[in-house]
């Protein structure tokens, strides 16, 4: 975590003059936050680390690499590896080259690798290739995107075509399935308690997860981050499911959601389901406490089990939860068989 010392704050989500989708940064000072945070500013030793503790989020490296990443990384210098006239993502993504090192053609991966999952566990070399980014990452051969690539990557159908597919293949390797490739809309896959298990203990998954989704948001494909986000938030806040991949689920798969009124209702709905509440940090609680929905919006609550949709800005209602159901059926049995006896004559 950055130093709780420093009076630059990262996360802009409760800011109403900004929107994250323009050129400007949201890095800002304390001073600029007292509306948001109206106890920014500690008068003791003690009140300070209290409010160091209660708003500790918003001075994290993680909120730092967030908010880097929603601004297309102007507090950064290029660090584009290669000539931008290489762009060996597109070419990897046309399936013109192998990834790199050992590695294969896009379409013979995702065509060979499915249901592959040890494959997809244990190799490290694919992962950058699949979903670029303009960030360094472990894998020396693969190249930070540049701003022209990404533009031709996104106006190539066939590209756009193979990331989605290969966005299907990493949520199959998670025991998660892609249910609308309109609005974005997520669910268990049938295997998904085996497959939970192995992304419970292999914890590396986390990062390959913020690639992903921050890919997503780079790529045109934003519909599909908040979906992905609010289920995985239900399934470790709500479901008990996912204990190893709550941290990362709430300091970086919410922040790397672009759209700012997705991002606010994915962070009320932590807020809502957190426990114990008194020690959520990834927002401001004053805004929590009073927060509403857009107009025309619907918010998350604790009783909103339906697999989530981004389209149209509201919970799909048209997906309800199996438990939901099977709950009404029990409910509608016993209410049956408690009519009085002589209902039967």
């Known amino acids: 975590m950055g130093s709780s010392e420093s009076s630059l704050s990262y996360d802009s989500t409760w800011e109403e003059d900004e929107d994250d989708s323009s050129s400007n940064t949201e890095r800002s000072t304390m001073d600029s936050k007292e509306e948001i945070y109206p106890k920014a500013q500690a008068k003791n030793l003690e009140e300070r680390k209290k409010l160091q503790f209660r708003y500790k989020y918003m001075f994290s490296e993680a909120a730092q690499d967030m908010q880097n990443y929603r601004h297309r990384y102007q507090t950064s210098s290029s660090n584009y590896q290669n000539s931008p006239e290489e762009m060996l993502n597109l070419k990897f993504y046309r399936n013109q080259i192998k990834f790199m090192p050992n590695g294969l053609y896009i379409d013979d991966l995702l065509r060979n690798w499915k249901d592959h999952y040890d494959i997809l566990e244990e190799n490290h070399n694919y992962i950058q290739w699949l979903f670029p980014l303009r960030e360094l990452g472990k894998n020396s051969y693969a190249s930070p995107l540049h701003e022209d690539e990404i533009e031709m990557m996104k106006k190539d159908a066939d590209v756009k075509k193979r990331l989605c597919e290969a966005y299907k293949l990493m949520l199959n390797f998670y025991g998660i399935q892609l249910l609308d490739?309109?609005?974005?809309?997520?669910?268990?896959?049938?295997?998904?308690?085996e497959r939970y298990k192995n992304l419970d203990s292999?914890?590396?998954?986390?990062?390959?997860?913020?690639?992903?989704?921050?890919?997503?948001?780079e790529m045109g494909?934003?519909?599909?981050?908040?979906?992905?986000?609010?289920?995985?938030?239900?399934?470790?806040?709500?479901?008990?499911?996912?204990?190893r991949v709550k941290t990362s689920a709430l300091d970086y798969f919410m922040f790397t959601v672009k759209n700012k009124k997705e991002r606010q209702k994915l962070v009320h709905f932590a807020y809502m389901n957190y426990k114990p509440q008194h020690e959520f940090v990834w927002g401001p609680v004053e805004k929590l406490q009073i927060y509403q929905p857009h107009s025309g919006e619907k918010s998350f609550n604790n009783d909103s089990f339906s697999y989530y949709s981004a389209e149209n800005n509201e919970i799909s209602e048209n997906e309800p939860n199996k438990r939901n159901e099977t709950l009404s059926i029990v409910r509608r049995t016993m209410r049956f068989i408690s009519m009085p006896f002589l209902y039967f004559f």
């Open 221 to 243: 494909y934003e519909k599909f981050q908040a979906p992905l986000v609010r289920f995985f938030l239900e399934e470790i806040l709500c479901n008990g499911n996912l204990p």
């Open 181 to 193: 490739e309109i609005s974005g809309k997520v669910g268990q896959a049938e295997n998904w308690q």
């Open 202 to 217: 292999h914890t590396h998954n986390n990062l390959r997860i913020t690639r992903i989704l921050k890919c997503l948001g």
